[in-house]
């Protein structure tokens, strides 16, 4: 299978991006990323303090990460970022032209489960709402498939490598 120039696993918080990353990553033989550590660390305060981001505060969280993607054009890599806007993949695109995305979804009572037996995490529950309030799925001209998140962390992963294996080869 050939691999993407720069994978973003997306989704709201809890949905495994974390998890789901570095496992699909492995896969694909690439470096993965982790998107909260391209945080500054006035939006991991803020997340903490159970506040929303606002877009300003996401601006330069994105394009860090679009660097990062940026950098891996054409060596491939997997980087996790919720990327729930559409305006937020459209500036990661517009640093990384050649991304795909891979938008992990799953029931909102499973994810909150998930995310209420989390350790060492700085967000809240009490943010889940905002994120799926934010949330704007991927559409038909944003290059992506999107992952049931039931099930094992390696069942997931080999649903998302299989539907990545469907994109066009331009995309891959």
Known sequence: ????????????????KTTIGPLLAARLGVPYAEGDDFHPQAN?????????????????????????????????????????????RDRLRAEAPGVVFVHLTGDRKLIEDRMAHRHGHF????????????????????????VDVSGSPEEITERAVEALATLPDAAR
């Open 1 to 16: 299978m050939s691999t993407p120039h720069v994978v973003v696993v997306m989704g709201v918080a809890g949905t495994g």
């Open 44 to 88: 991991i305060a803020k997340m903490t303090a159970g506040i929303p981001l606002d877009d300003e505060d996401r601006w330069p969280w994105l394009d860090a990460i679009g660097s990062w993607a940026h950098g891996r054009a054409g060596l491939g890599g997997v980087v996790s970022s919720s990327a729930l806007k559409r305006s937020y």
């Open 123 to 146: 967000m809240p529950t009490s943010l889940l709402d905002s994120q799926f309030a934010t949330l704007q799925p991927l559409e038909p001209d944003e290059v992506g498939v999107a």
